[in-house]
């Protein structure tokens, strides 16, 4: 391959490299006037950052190109963005979700979004500059302080690799396949979390025999179920925090420490834990969760339920959260953790969470909590069946989201530096598409 150096990435000879500025405008929007919350009349969607995550077009704001309604004249100040142009947030901490989208028709945007627009599409294509904004961190470009914030200087000084445009074509048909994939892959994992939501709410009313329900405390429950307070079933312990001046570390030291932010999908993430030093563990050796345990989040996101993986038996537990010991015959803590989870469940937790400057729910309010208790354990056991099966597959798509997203990933990288050459690459796009 025939490469040409420009002293920041190695591109092949028939590219340019040029500073943004030569190739695109980058411009910010104007402050979102509240009394159009909601208005759908009008041609021009009204994007703001709460939209960046959202679909649909945002709110519609204007009637013609022209601004016909003179306070919209005084308030806009601005044409719209142009379809084609991406936009992202430039201000405060949305900025780090690193968000960025194309516009699909001409629109208005707020003035915490960015918009950049190509000067010359015959020359970029938008969708081109758009998959290359998708490799800029935008947090490299904040200025520091508070609440960071880009601006369109910092913007243009970036370096952008310019291929020939039928290069830019397949470059972008490659990458939009891919980044396909990863949205439909989100699409199913929102779908079965739903789902999963939906048959909580359902199993925990009418059982898996479609009982008749009767009318209790937390609403309505198979007729033939019991309803008991948690401190009759179990005790609860709280964790334990780092004694001051010590520090959790990155290297297995054995004792594991699990975190709030350690919590997933009724489960631990592995990756990520942190572990306490050697010489610190005796000092909150009895501050640790077993793989029989369920845990509750009690401060910061609080509610979340979930039990650890076998292999992380007897790990610490952070003092934001606490521990449920199962003392009852009666219930399984499996069958806890499902119930704890349920829309029955959330309500009380709500209920019961201290409304302070920092919000947080209390060890005797949650032995206060009232748990649905099913006749048998082999019914617990069959409703346990049901959400582990929807959890394996919730957690088969979370696995493959993840490989999806390193595609895409690596394939931005490649193609956006000239690394690899898409006429080159031995891709099966359908797959990309099927998956």
């Keep these: 391959m025939n490469i040409a150096s420009t002293g920041h990435v190695h591109i092949p000879e028939a590219w340019q490299e040029v500073t943004l500025e030569h190739v695109a405008v980058a411009r910010g929007g104007t402050p979102f006037p509240h009394r159009y919350q909601g208005r759908r009349s009008g041609a021009y969607p009204f994007y703001k950052v709460s939209d960046m995550n959202a679909p649909g077009n945002g709110v519609a704001m204007a009637d013609?190109?022209?601004?016909?309604?003179?306070?919209?004249?005084?308030?806009?100040?601005?044409?719209?963005?142009?379809?084609?142009?991406?936009?992202?947030?430039?201000?405060?901490?949305?900025?780090?979700?690193?968000?960025?989208?194309?516009l699909t028709r001409d629109s208005v945007v707020d003035n915490n979004l960015m918009g950049v627009t190509v000067r010359d599409p015959g020359a970029v294509l938008p969708e081109y500059l758009y998959q290359w904004l998708q490799s800029i961190d935008l947090r490299t470009l904040a200025n520091p302080g508070p609440l960071p914030s880009i601006?369109?200087?910092?913007?243009?000084?970036?370096?952008?690799?310019?291929?020939?445009?039928?290069?830019?074509?397949?470059?972008?048909?490659?990458?939009?396949?891919?980044?396909?994939?990863?949205?439909?892959?989100?699409?199913?994992?929102?779908?079965?979390?739903?789902?999963?939501?939906?048959?909580?709410?359902?199993?925990?009313?009418?059982?898996?025999?479609?009982?008749?329900?009767?009318?209790?405390?937390?609403?309505?429950?198979?007729?033939?179920?019991?309803?008991?307070?948690?401190?009759q079933l179990a005790v609860v312990k709280g964790g334990k925090r780092l004694p001051k001046g010590q520090v959790l570390v990155d290297n297995d030291t054995g004792f594991a420490y699990i975190r709030v932010t350690d919590f997933d999908e009724n489960?631990?993430?592995?990756?990520?834990?942190?572990?306490?030093?050697?010489?610190?563990?005796?000092?909150?050796?009895?501050y640790v969760i077993n793989k029989d345990d369920v845990y509750i989040s009690i401060a910061g996101t609080i509610g979340m339920v979930g039990m650890i993986p076998a292999r992380l038996d007897g790990a610490n537990l952070t003092e934001n959260a606490a521990r449920i010991v199962v003392t009852s015959q009666d219930i399984e803590p499996s069958y806890l953790m499902r119930f704890l989870d349920s829309p029955a469940a959330h309500e009380q937790i709500r209920a019961a969470t201290l409304k302070n400057a920092q919000p947080k729910l209390a060890l005797t309010r949650i032995e206060q909590l009232v748990i649905?208790?099913?006749?048998?354990?082999?019914?617990?056991?069959?409703?346990?069946?049901?959400?582990?099966?929807i959890d394996t597959s919730l957690r088969n798509?979370?696995?493959?989201?993840?490989?999806?997203?390193?595609?895409?990933?690596?394939?931005?990288?490649?193609?956006?530096?000239?690394?690899?050459?898409?006429?080159?690459?031995?891709?099966?796009?359908?797959?990309?598409?099927?998956?």
């Design 267 to 286: 489960t631990v993430a592995i990756s990520g834990l942190k572990f306490v030093p050697k010489h610190v563990q005796p000092t909150i050796a009895r």
């Design 64 to 102: 013609s190109a022209n601004w016909i309604e003179p306070d919209v004249v005084s308030e806009l100040g601005a044409k719209p963005f142009p379809r084609g142009t991406t936009i992202f947030p430039k201000v405060g901490g949305a900025l780090l979700t690193n968000k960025k989208r194309l």
């Design 372 to 389: 649905a208790v099913p006749p048998t354990k082999e019914e617990q056991r069959e409703i346990m069946r049901v959400f582990d099966a």
């Design 151 to 231: 601006n369109a200087r910092r913007l243009y000084e970036l370096q952008i690799p310019i291929p020939p445009l039928e290069e830019q074509r397949r470059i972008t048909r490659v990458l939009a396949l891919a980044q396909r994939a990863v949205e439909n892959e989100e699409k199913t994992i929102a779908a079965t979390r739903e789902l999963k939501q939906a048959a909580l709410a359902e199993v925990f009313a009418r059982g898996l025999r479609h009982q008749p329900p009767r009318d209790t405390e937390i609403g309505p429950l198979p007729k033939d179920w019991d309803v008991r307070q948690l401190h």
């Design 397 to 435: 798509h979370l696995a493959h989201l993840e490989v999806l997203r390193d595609l895409f990933a690596a394939l931005l990288d490649k193609l956006m530096t000239g690394g690899i050459r898409v006429d080159k690459l031995d891709l099966d796009t359908a797959a990309i598409v099927a998956a």
